[in-house]
């Protein structure tokens, strides 16, 4: 595969790659061959492009390093453009927006130029993760068929269905519990309140959608182009780009999911957890299935869930609250019985 050199010169190179020294250990060459002029020095490997202007030498690891640069500028101002507190409204679909744009205009290059860089190892990537023990299983599952198949399936859906359960009633816990809590503000406000109000959001709370317009943008559009951009980069670029570079798997898949898990940062640790178990999930589906496309569909599914159906589900619990505990103190109001209920657990 032809690749580029930089600062402007276009230069094909006809089977030049650099291949991983097997006398060095894997974490060492990795260090080599991000380090640009260092690897240049170290181990002699160059090319000469002739131009216009005079002859250039330039290391062949340049396109490597640029590569490696190109993923840190498409990840970096994704950990900066989110949703904070005290975000008024349109500056809230404006960041949305932003977001999306530079999933689109940052990670889709990005993964493009690994392509074109690493693309050829993406087979053996797959390859090698088919010596792994319970990646072998999965595939020997999925060519048999039968009980087998349907064992693995069922074992997924389990753990989805588990998993989607445990989040629902712990949305309506939160929400119940912080329907009462507007509720008590109401019976101490200056001003009387009679209506359900969206309390100001938090750190971990302001990613998730306020109004049906976010709904829209944050939860479903948003969610397609994450799943689609970020399973591309997380589970097929960088691996591949790494592997290219360190020869290793291990070092490739477990850097790859420790990135996709620092980038749910804004989410706290709880989020951290949670991108790292579904990044192990995705990961297990792309080595088994050979398709990236499953991942993907599943990724943006989930999103969907937790940013729409969850939000939505939230949203009616807290006013369901707000609404038992008025009606309750305005009974109460007219019996001249001044007991208060105690609030739901949190």
């Known amino acids: 595969m032809d690749i580029c050199t930089y600062w402007g010169i276009l230069c094909p190179l006809k089977d030049k790659r650099v291949r991983r020294p097997h006398s060095l250990p894997s974490g060492a060459s990795f260090l080599l ?124 859906l389990v753990l989805a269905a588990a998993r989607a359960v445990l989040l629902w009633r712990r949305t309506v816990r939160k929400s119940e519990h912080l329907g009462f809590v507007v509720w008590h503000y109401t019976r101490s406000a200056t001003t009387p309140i009679t209506e359900f109000f969206r309390p100001p959001e938090t750190a971990r709370t302001a990613h998730l959608p306020r109004s ?27 691996p591949g780009l790494l592997l290219q570079t360190s020869g290793n798997l291990w070092v490739s898949v477990i850097f790859s999911l420790a990135v996709f898990a620092v980038l749910h940062s804004y989410q706290g640790w709880g989020g951290i957890a949670n991108a790292s178990m579904l990044g192990v999930a995705f990961t297990y589906l792309y080595f088994v299935t050979g398709d990236i496309v499953l991942p993907m569909v599943l990724h943006a599914l989930n999103n969907v869930y937790v940013l729409v159906v969850l939000s939505v589900v939230g949203w009616r619990s807290s006013r369901r609250e707000f609404d038992q505990r008025m009606r309750a103190a305005a009974v109460r109001a007219d019996v001249g019985a001044p007991a208060v209920p105690s609030p739901p657990a949190s």
């Open 33 to 156: 061959f991000t380090s640009g002029g260092y690897v240049h020095a170290r181990l002699g490997e160059t090319c000469a492009t002739r131009t216009g202007i005079g002859s250039v030498v330039v290391p062949e690891s340049a396109p490597f390093v640029l590569a490696y640069l190109l993923v840190a500028v498409s990840i970096i101002p994704m950990m900066w453009v989110r949703l904070r507190p005290g975000m008024s409204p349109a500056r809230r679909q404006v960041t949305i927006v932003a977001g999306i744009a530079l999933r689109v205009v940052g990670f889709l290059p990005s993964f493009l130029v690994i392509l074109w860089l690493a693309g050829d190892q993406i087979e053996p990537m797959l390859a090698m993760a088919g010596d792994w023990p319970f990646v072998a299983w999965g595939r020997q599952a999925l060519a048999a068929g039968g009980w087998p198949l349907a064992a693995l399936i069922v074992a997924g």
């Open 212 to 238: 049906v317009a976010e709904l829209f943008t944050r939860g479903v559009l948003g969610s397609v182009v994450v799943g689609i951009t970020e399973e591309l980069m997380f589970r097929v670029g960088i």
